[in-house]
């Protein structure tokens, strides 16, 4: 059974901070990572995905993966107010012919307070 | 334009009225999945399908079924609907390397 977990917050940080957010996952076949937001009651958007171990950076946002670890983190900066919103950390298992979707941890609610 | 459509976007139907809630994509992914989204659970997958006539069952596929006759759609059905089944739908699709997967809007679904 593949398990993805996050704090579900919420997680309050200050307009300009560093947002830190962490996920831990069980599977150690698992080979891709990805972070999306989610506003309530919308789609989720992916921000990023990893496959290797080390920092992926994207403008504001640095994903972070240790595979030794079976941990991902997600760093926002500049916190902005419009970063509010609920972040879902999910991993990508392949196996035989292919991708058998995404395992979603239960997301941690993020709220930048101005 | 990218897109995943699902339809309804609203729906409120009674206890063992048969729907289906349909999926379509425009962007000739090999892959399409269903999610359903509760408070407290998250998302969760009900069924994937890896191309035509391939479908496998997710972590909660009890109560659904699915078909893939087409690449561009994936439609979700549900013979008889009880109440725990209300609940926010997604659908999703992907190319086959499965890096960026687009999801519908949603499908709002209440079973009274």
């Known amino acids: 059974q593949k398990e993805v977990e996050q704090n579900s917050g919420p997680l309050s940080v200050p307009e300009g901070a560093i947002a830190s957010l962490n996920c831990t996952y069980s599977?150690?076949?698992?080979?891709?990572f990805f972070w999306y937001r989610q506003y309530s009651g919308k789609s989720p958007e992916l921000i990023m995905f990893?496959?290797?171990?080390g920092d992926k950076e994207d403008g504001r946002f640095t994903a972070q993966l240790n595979k030794a670890s079976q941990y991902v983190s997600l760093l926002i900066r500049d916190s902005q107010p419009s970063d509010s919103a609920t972040y879902l950390c999910a991993v990508k298992v392949y196996s035989g012919g292919g991708a058998d979707g995404l395992t979603f941890g239960k997301g941690t609610h993020l709220i930048i307070q101005p | 334009e990218a897109q995943v459509t699902q339809n309804p976007r609203y729906l409120i139907t009674v206890t063992g009225k048969k729907l289906t809630v349909t999926c379509s994509q425009n962007?000739?992914?090999?892959?399409m999945s269903w999610y359903r989204q509760d408070p407290g659970l998250g998302l969760r997958q009900i069924y994937y399908s890896m191309n035509v006539e391939v479908t496998d069952k997710g972590d909660v596929p009890e109560g659904y079924k699915v078909s893939r006759k087409e690449k561009r759609n994936f439609p979700l059905i549900l013979e008889s609907p009880s109440p725990n089944q209300t609940s926010l739908y997604f659908c999703?699709?992907?190319?086959?390397?499965?890096?960026?997967?687009?999801f519908g809007e949603g499908s709002w679904l209440t079973v009274v």
């Open positions: 999703a699709s992907s190319g086959y390397a499965g890096n960026t997967i687009y």
């Open positions: 599977d150690r076949g698992s080979q891709s």
């Open positions: 962007m000739n992914h090999e892959y």
């Open positions: 990893i496959y290797s171990n």
